[in-house]
């Protein structure tokens, strides 16, 4: 079994910055596909931002040119860095690693983002 533990979440400013963190109980070198998604009140859950073994980034297109993923193998953990954030950014945040022998993957527990003056 794989745990994911999310942290940074908050409540933060228009414009406002906050950094996500997904640490996981073992070597992220093992997942091909770690990503962040989110689900807003009375929506379905959305992928947010994906970074593949290689490297290889995938943004939700409401989220180009403000959000980067990375990750630090050393560290086991994933992040995502959120910059001028806006309101409609309001969500649980949700980290997934996708495992070769489970393709559905794991997810941490969520962590809220609220972005509000």
């Known amino acids: 079994q794989v745990q994911l533990v999310e942290s940074g979440g908050g409540l933060v400013q228009p414009g406002g910055s906050l950094r996500l963190s997904c640490e996981v109980s073992?070597?992220?070198?093992?997942?091909?596909?770690m990503g962040w998604y989110r689900q807003a009140p009375g929506k379905q859950r959305e992928m947010v931002a994906s970074?593949?073994?290689?490297?290889?980034?995938n943004y939700a297109d409401s989220v180009k040119g403000r959000f980067t993923i990375s990750r630090d193998n050393a560290r086991n953990t994933v992040f995502l860095q959120m910059n001028n954030l806006k309101p409609e950014d309001t969500a649980i945040y949700y980290c997934?690693?996708?495992?070769?022998?489970?393709?559905?993957?794991?997810w941490g527990q969520g962590t809220q983002v609220t972005v509000s003056s």
């Open positions: 997934n690693v996708k495992a070769t022998d489970y393709p559905p993957g794991y």
């Open positions: 073992r070597s992220i070198s093992s997942f091909p596909i």
């Open positions: 970074i593949t073994w290689g490297g290889t980034r």
